[in-house]
């Protein structure tokens, strides 16, 4: 055939070799993050959402170095103490740098949510994509795995990549304050809430995405869930506050659960149980105002499936597959 | 009936019509023309949604932009989709019915009598949102014919129409132009419409390039000389004949062997010498056609490729 | 071509709610073109889903090349290619991307799914458009790339549905070429859904018309379009009393009239009946236009099988 001096250009039909159709959630996952990896702007967020942390290691940074080049305290005893600076470095409570960290990068999640999640299945809807997929070897749950899966998967490495630079940087530079044998397990923990962080916000994303024809309708959605939680959360710190100095311990008590009543207080939430912790000021600076204290673990952790798994209950009721044809 | 004189109808830059005169009778009139053509702009014009931009449009020597007169003779059948659907058929073309003026009581039997010349009688009572897009053409079609107007347009009024229903709807156009309406049909659908009617009015990127009967048309295309067909299975002696006469342009030899091809520019003359070439020299003619002379070909010629 | 058939259902039965939209249905379909015909609502939406392995059969049951429709959906789906009625894409994407993305989601590697969608955007006429978002493309270049996507992994089977819905003459013609051109030099299988019987005419050889849920008819079109004795119709420049009188003198019987045409019989082959035709003519003073072996179009024929 390749001897006839005029190539045969008429179509040509393809007997090559299919891979058989059991791992089709994973191309369609695959398409999502060739396609979102590439978003400047998730890059910008993660870097936005890692600002607690860049700024906390500056100052770990410069007071490190200035500790160290500053003459030790004499005390009476005779005995080299630590100076001021180093007696910073010590108390350091290096799980509620984590707790901040994450606390302080949920807004910067929900943009990442909105300009990588939150347009999946809308813009399908609109484009009327379901048709193409259901008329391949591919159903209802290989799309929904599909499309959770490459949004699942590229929050993930937007959230981590912030908290595992920060968690790389201190067990190799602050072993000796404390830094692993504070808690042996913190890198397990905090792959644990990046993993639940990145869940949530990417069931959500899918299910509001399922409810609408537009992108910019679901982000708008979105971005009003978050909100308007956050708003009530904002509340119940005042309330906080208020019951600071005179509250009674019930009302105390209602309160600080409620308190984690919004998409970024579940993730706060789960942070402080899971690494123990109620958390500090953050960056150190003194307030009078007492935190927080973490809430039961398994409450937050149940809560936290329950709305994973009602959001996409929500996307597997709205993705009808019923009409492929007319 | 409809008379359009120079007119055109320009869009910032682009073009609508450019420069149409023409006149629409009675009888089914198909209006033909690509995407873009002009066609929409032409029936918005005869509607009185637009004003040409210049030269004049009359129905029934009346001006018909925003004149409340002309509009009682008019019915339009849009080929826009959108209707309100969580109405009944019923319900909305008797909302169009009052909208036109009759009241409560009138609208109820003529929007009976519409659903029953429509075929729509038994399933008009279930909302639009569950209509097929056939459904939804018949209740367009009442709508329009609810005030009787002498005039109808329709803008692709067989799409999305089974045979079934593509058969109904022209027998009952056919029934409105026999009693002497002016139906004007846009159509991209060139067998069907053939079916409908001989006149034509083809437009080409605003312009007119055709008005009138199909047949006149096709004799008058000079460049394109007639093909006609001859199946026989001595299709060389046959040829060997043809080729001896002046007026047949070229033979050509069908590669299955049983039919030849030929063209003129003088299809009568031809046909005049026929007889001989099968009673005179005995040669077999299993059949005759003539394969440009239908309304796709014309198009084509006229369109270009 | 294989002897297996492209698929054969049996006794099937669908219902949707109280609707029942196939009832009882059983049909082989053929190698080759089939043009599937039938009025709206009557089950031949049902009958291509039910081809997908889409539907839940309230009884019987059937293959497509060899797979039970019931569970093996998705390995009929492999072999299958659908061009919707609808448009549909996926939003974001050029053509390439789309039609590559598409392949790869019948199974294709990815280096192969890409490659090959170059060269079915090339051959459905899309060449040039290639790089630009299908968001961009006009009704023609639409039709044009859900066949594209419907080729790409190489099916057996090239389910059409309304081919040629919106485009223009031009448009209507070229992809029917195009249509033409693959199934009958490639040997493709082709299922056509659409109510444009010339199109169906000029692409498939059977039909399979579906009435009520049952199957009404099916067969060659030349077979269903013959008409029994083969009459004649013959077209004359005008209307011609004398012509029809003279030829009846000579043997023919006139069956029908319409103005300038008439429909005779007589015995004969068509090439002794049209040299009755001329007789007839040169004694009158008539003048033959056309001459043919009536047959019904596909219409008419699909119009009297229904009813």
Known sequence: MSSAPIADLSYRNYDGALESPNKLWWVIARQILRVSLKKRILWVMSFLAGSYFAIMMAIFFFTERMSQSTAPMMTGSNMPAMNPLQQLMDRIIWKDQFVHGISMGQMWFLIMSLVVGVGTIANDNRANALLVYLSKPCDKKDYLL????????????????????????????????????????????????????AAIYASLAIGISSLFNQGRLAGATMAAVYFLSNFFTQAMSGAWMAFQDDGNATAKGIVSKLF??????LNIGLAKSTLATSGSPPFGIPDRMEQVPAPPFLAAFAIIIIVSMLSMLIAWKRVRAVEVVG | MIELQNASRWYGQVIGLNDVTCKIEPGVTALLGVNGAGKTTLMRLITGQMMPTTGSI?????????????????????????????????????????????????????????????????????????????????????????????????????????PIGRRELMDLLNILAKQGKTILVSSHILFEVEQMTRNILLLHRGRLLASGDLRVIRELIDKHPHRIRIQTDRPRDVAEKLVALPYVQSVHLDARGNAIELRTKSPAEFYEELPKLCLDHGLPIEGISSPDNNLESVFRYLVGE | MSSVSVASIQNLTVRYGRFTALDNFSVEVPNGCVGLLGPNGAGKTTLIKTLLGFIDAAAGGGTVFGHDIKKDGRLIRQKIGLMPEQDCHIPGMSAVQFVAFAGELAGMPAAQALR????????????????????????????????????????????????????????????????????????????????????????????????????????????????????????????????????????????????????????????????????????????????????????????????
């Open chain 1, 146 to 197: 599909g499309k959770w899966m490459g949004v699942f998967l590229t929050l993930l490495i937007g959230m981590s990549i912030p908290s595992l630079f920060f968690y790389a940087y201190g067990i190799l530079s602050y072993r000796d304050y404390g830094f692993f044998t504070g808690d042996k397990l913190l890198l397990f923990k905090l792959l644990f809430l990046l993993v639940t962080n």
């Open chain 1, 260 to 265: 984690y009543g919004s998409v970024d207080g």
């Open chain 2, 58 to 162: 009359t129905v029934c020597g009346i001006e018909p932009f925003c004149n409340p007169e002309v509009f009682r003779k008019i019915g339009y059948c849009p080929d826009i989709d959108n209707f309100y659907e969580h109405l009944s058929g019923r319900q909305f073309v008797e909302a169009m019915a009052r909208m036109s003026g009759f009241d409560a009581a009138e609208s109820k039997t003529r929007t009976q009598e519409m659903m029953v010349k429509v075929g729509m009688a038994e399933r008009c009572d279930k909302i639009i949102l569950g209509y097929s897009k056939g459904m939804r053409q018949r209740i367009k079609l009442a709508q329009a014919m609810l005030h009787e107007p002498d005039i109808i347009l329709l803008d692709e009024p067989l799409n999305g129409l089974d």
């Open chain 3, 116 to 307: 090959r969608a170059h060269e079915v955007l090339e051959y459905c006429g899309l060449g040039e458009a290639r790089y630009r978002n299908v968001e961009t493309y006009s009704t023609g270049m639409k039709q044009r790339i859900k066949l594209a996507q419907a080729l790409i992994h190489g099916p057996k089977l090239l389910l059409l549905d309304e081919p040629t819905n919106g485009l223009d003459p031009q448009g209507r013609e070229d992809m029917l070429e195009l249509v033409r051109s693959i199934t009958h030099e490639k040997e493709l299988n082709v299922i056509v859904s659409s109510h444009l019987l010339p199109d169906i005419e000029r692409i498939c050889d059977h039909v399979i018309v579906v009435v009520g849920g049952k199957l009404r008819t099916e067969g060659l079109i030349r077979d269903l379009k013959k008409i029994e004795g083969h009459p004649c119709d013959i077209e004359l420049r005008e209307a011609s009393p004398a012509f029809v009188a003279a030829i009846e003198t000579l043997g023919a019987t006139l069956l029908e009239s319409k103005g300038y045409r008439y429909r005779i019989q007589a015995p004969g082959t068509p090439d002794q009946v049209s040299k009755l035709a001329f007789q007839a003519a040169r004694q009158t003073g008539a003048q033959v236009r056309e001459f043919s072996v009536a047959e019904r179009s596909l219409e008419d024929a699909f119009l009297e099988a229904i009813r």
